[in-house]
């Protein structure tokens, strides 16, 4: 997962597997459907613990199929919802355990229809916070780059995914009224922000604007929150601006910030300690000599 540009001092933001964007359902042409191959997995044990998967000798597929093997009655897994899940990751062809995300509840969420998700965040859409999937599909097309590789059955991979929580793909709260002297901000039909700079050259010191108001869990420094983001380049004059970075466009969805002090450069952290869940904050920005516009959905907070 990419970091926000010139944010992250002492650490990365971390991905899960690989891993923008309307809250709710996904389409139904996004929906993945069982097959022979995800209808043959079974998956023992308690819900969010590792389970005990088997599956039939030399299992292949074509395509990725998913079933669901205990379903839940959370929210339902739309296009650029940000769940958080733990899996296991099976060879089909001999039945072992390849990989899981160890089930210690630190996994960093996946973002479902996400380019960076590959085949799990294809597989996540149109699912709901409870259930336990089995999903099989082609060894090829684990890689999130991967692309298909002709239509006869191929040497299967299995994963079994429990979707613990989900996010909202967008911030939430009350529109808020605009700031004066601040960039212009308008919203794509999925959330996602385009920012115009004003021909005016960028205030001398940080600033802050709420956009949009929430009323979720206020942030401290102990947190870890969960975003979206937009950064665009606040040039003299306004002649030149760029985007310099956006999980909304660059495929990896949502993204995890610490808020821990060193963790993050202090414009951005003090944008975003007090804040609350559902908020879209302004931020303007200033590191070495430049200033950059941030404009970011507070979406959630990891556990703890």
Not at 25 to 37: E, K, Q
Not at 121 to 145: M, Y
Not at 181 to 208: C, F, N, R, Y
């Amino acid at each position: 997962m990419r970091t926000i540009p010139a944010l992250v001092v002492t650490i990365g933001l971390v991905a899960s597997l690989t891993a923008c964007a309307a809250p709710g359902a996904g389409s139904a042409s996004a929906c993945n459907t069982p097959g022979a191959a995800s209808e043959a997995v079974q998956a023992t044990g308690a819900f969010g613990k590792q389970p005990r998967v088997t599956v039939p000798a030399g299992l292949t597929a074509r395509g990725t199929q998913v079933s669901v093997l205990r379903h839940g009655d959370g929210r339902e897994i739309g296009d650029g919802t940000p769940a958080l899940i733990e899996y296991t990751l099976v060879d089909g062809a001999t039945g072992e355990v390849a990989q899981t995300t160890g089930y210690s509840g630190a996994t960093a969420p996946i973002t479902a229809g996400s380019k960076n998700a590959g085949a799990l965040g294809e597989a996540l859409e149109c699912a709901h916070v409870g259930d336990r999937l089995a999903v099989a599909l082609p060894k090829s097309q684990l890689s999130s780059t991967a692309t298909a590789s002709g239509k006869g059955a191929q040497d299967a991979a299995v994963v079994v995914i429990d979707v613990k929580a989900a996010f909202d793909a967008r911030a939430t709260g009350t529109p808020q009224l605009a700031g004066d002297g601040m960039p212009a901000v308008v919203l794509a039909p999925d959330g996602a922000p385009g920012v115009t700079i004003p021909s005016w050259s960028a205030p001398k010191g940080d600033e802050q604007h709420l956009l949009r108001k929430g009323t979720g869990a206020r942030l401290t420094a102990k947190d870890t929150a969960v975003v979206k983001y937009t950064a665009v380049s606040w040039t003299e004059g306004g002649t030149g601006a760029s985007v310099v970075g956006s999980s909304w466009t660059d495929g990896s969805g949502a993204q995890t910030l610490p808020l821990a002090a060193g963790q993050v450069i202090e414009g951005v952290r003090g944008a975003l300690l007090g804040r609350h869940v559902g908020d879209q904050v302004l931020a303007v920005v200033h590191q070495q000599g430049a200033a950059t516009v941030y404009v970011i959905d507070v979406l959630g907070v990891m556990p703890r």
